[in-house]
């Protein structure tokens, strides 16, 4: 019997060294890896029993790994280990896929236990292949059910066809409704050049393929040729459609193409097309519907903006991306000015209506890429990526000035007056965590309440 292979992803040199150590004492072949890039560099060449990789790890993460593995060959098993277990982890690794998981710092025994009893029952698995035929496609389709972003199960599941169905090369087209403007959103094996290429040609020549596809259909050399004329540098022998339905409706398709040396696609090929086909569609509107449940418990009810559940997220997000790239990013914290009077004099619903004209105002003054949040009552939050204090001070006074010179409720005879405070913080120079970035902003803002209200005030160092 063949020796088992692990490979064993690790940035930490010590755990992979030990690892390595104990794992070769008990007769198994293995492989060292510093990243998950260089994993998955190894992976196919080395076609391990199994990858043993830590959780945290920079650039790509063991989770992110283990995604990538499974949609590769469901049939390496994964375990992950970590230094910060929980429930939530390990739950969260079981879903995606992982065979395990260890708890750092373990011990030999039970690492070696670990890995037997993996490699083990993966032998079990592996004596009927009828049966590793069935699990592979069940692991991939479990693979998929985790995914939270629509456009990751896209991702994994062109690559996982491409797998299965020993395909050469791919693409998704995924558009909605509209078939003729539909954007290439993932190619595998492809440049750019060559899958807009394809691309170009599906509308041009071949959109009759996609209208109307209901079911996994193949296209032959002659037609193909045809198809894709000079547009593109590919001799494929066959192309395989997988349609992304909708209702019964196509909204997009997997583009699978085989090459002269591999001829074409049998029909086993076919068949695990359509049982992953059927997976990923159930898996990218789950992802879908997910997103969209999201978005609706972010968005605040009256003005539409963002609320204050989604603010820390955004502030994780912003400062994560920040110390990744060194570049600063600004919060504004504004209140508006005596807004209580404006409720006593006039009625709460005037009072909202004077909010949603606050919102527009706040949407129509800042980037695309700004995040304009309802934090509660009068109160609202602007996360500035990649500005400094100095663009963030010039951007709150184009906020102050526009809430200044407009007329509230002008279209109902109304003319109300409005005007705000705005504190300025900038991470990192004001702050060094999401608590501290709020409560500066928070305290430069209360100084202009309390001295003139109508200002706007940037934080202090700490």
Request: proline residues 3%.
């Amino acid at each position: 019997m063949q020796t088992p292979t692990v490979l064993v992803v690790d940035d930490d040199a010590f755990f992979r060294t030990f690892c390595s150590d104990v794992l070769r004492q008990e007769g198994y072949g293995v492989e060292l890896a510093a990243s998950g890039a260089e994993a998955l560099e190894r992976i196919e060449a080395l076609q391990p029993a199994l990858v043993l990789a830590d959780i945290y790890m920079p650039e790509m993460s063991g989770l992110e790994l283990l995604e990538s593995v499974k949609a590769r060959n469901p049939s390496v098993d994964v375990v992950i280990m970590t230094g910060y277990a929980s429930i939530e982890t390990a739950i969260q690794a079981l879903k995606r896929g992982a065979a395990d998981y260890l708890r750092k710092p373990f011990a030999a025994e039970e690492l070696a236990a670990v890995v037997e009893a993996t490699v083990a029952q993966r032998r079990l698995y592996e004596e009927n292949a009828r049966l590793r035929f069935q699990l592979e496609l069940y692991e991939l389709g479990r693979s998929f059910s985790s995914v939270e972003d629509p456009e990751r199960v896209l991702a994994l599941g062109l690559e996982a066809l491409g797998h299965v169905t020993r395909a050469q090369a791919g693409l998704c087209l995924y558009t909605g409704d509209d078939l003729a403007f539909m954007p290439v959103l993932k190619p595998w094996r492809l440049d750019a050049h060559q899958a807009q290429a394809v691309r170009d040609a599906m509308v041009t020549r071949g959109l009759r393929y996609l209208r109307g596809l209901e079911r996994v259909r193949t296209v032959g050399r002659a037609r193909l040729l045809r198809i894709l004329g000079e547009g593109t540098d590919l001799d494929p022998a066959e192309m395989l459609l997988v349609p992304m339905l909708h209702r019964g409706t196509a909204e997009g398709a997997f583009i699978l193409l085989r090459d002269q040396a591999s001829g074409r696609f049998e029909p086993a090929d076919v068949e695990k097309a359509v049982f992953l086909g059927r997976q990923i569609e159930l898996s990218f509107e789950g992802a879908q519907n997910l997103q969209e449940a999201r978005q609706l418990a972010f968005i605040d009810a009256l003005t539409d903006l963002y609320n204050a559940r989604y603010m820390e997220e955004a502030l994780d997000r912003a400062i994560a991306e920040s110390d990744r790239g060194g570049q600063p990013f600004s919060v504004l914290f504004m209140d508006l000015d005596r807004f209580k009077e404006i409720n006593d004099r006039h009625g709460h619903l005037t009072g909202g209506k004077a909010l949603i004209e606050v919102s527009r105002l706040l949407a129509g003054n800042v980037r695309e890429n700004d995040v304009v949040i309802r934090y509660g009552g009068d109160e609202f939050v602007v996360i500035l990526p990649g500005s400094g204090s100095e663009e963030a001070r010039e951007v709150a006074e184009r906020i102050r000035l526009a809430i200044r010179q407009h007329r509230f409720l002008g279209r109902e005879g109304r003319h109300i007056r409005l005007t705000a405070s705005i504190g300025v913080a900038t991470y990192p120079t004001s702050a060094s965590s999401r608590e501290e970035l709020i409560d500066q902003a928070d305290r430069a803002m209360y100084r202009g309440k309390e001295t003139t209200r109508d200002a706007v005030y940037l934080a202090t160092s700490p």
